[in-house]
């Protein structure tokens, strides 16, 4: 309380001595820029800190007050450092930083620029962790696809294994039949052909059977006129000499034996 009401009753004070000494540094640098407008000026400054130096003053000739960037800010007191490093502490537990942001941000002594840091840490933190889950949900993804397109080309090699399979089974079974088509063709003509010799020899033994017959029927009639001419010759002996009358059945039964 005692130090919070010195504060209070010192403040118009405090920022006074911010307020001279930061429009110090600025008329600073506006006079270091105007120095280097003049030739006199600019010998002076290149023979008191060298010509090198004076060409790197030389980059603020065209600057405003406002590029400078100069801002004054006290330095932390001991329960906004502690805040500070409460806020470290959280932010490591809670993953939102590494520990070498924390090394880092630990060395600023501006609080509002350690705040400022510990921010911007944590976004992009929080944006590579982002970009490593949707790295890792894109490499499960390629995983998971390319899975996917090792079963289907396993699946297509299995089918194309079982149409080749099929494609063998029915050759084999054109073949099979092909040569059975065969087989029985050939069966089919040597039966054809062992019929056709078996009717020809049948047809020769039916050809030979009516030349016997004819031949038996030609030798009986031979026998039946030498007959008949021998019966004419002894009844004509018969009547010439007048002899008995003969008995030719007897005759041609004890004579003649008919052949079969």
Known sequence: MAANASNTATRHILQSSMWLTLRTCENISLKIADSLNYPLTLNSLKSSISTYNVGTLQEIQNLNIHDFGIYLELEPEDEEKAQLEQNIQMALQQGGIDLEDAIDIRQISNLKLANNVLKQRRR????????????????????????AEKVAMSEVQKQEAISGSKVQYEQAVNQFEIQRMQ???????????????????????????????????????????????????????????????????DQNTSAVMPQV
């Open 124 to 147: 992009r933190k929080q944006a590579q962790e982002q970009k490593n889950q949707q790295a890792n949900i894109q490499a499960q993804a390629d995983a998971q696809a390319s899975s």
């Open 183 to 249: 087989i029985a063709s050939q069966l089919k003509q040597q039966e054809m052909e062992f019929q056709h010799q078996f009717d020809m020899q049948l047809k020769g033994m039916e050809v030979e059977a009516m030349k016997t017959k004819e031949s038996s029927i030609e030798d009986r009639k031979d026998k039946r006129s030498k007959m008949e001419a021998t019966q004419q010759s002894e009844l004509i002996s018969q009547r010439q000499n007048d002899l008995l009358p003969k008995n030719f059945e």
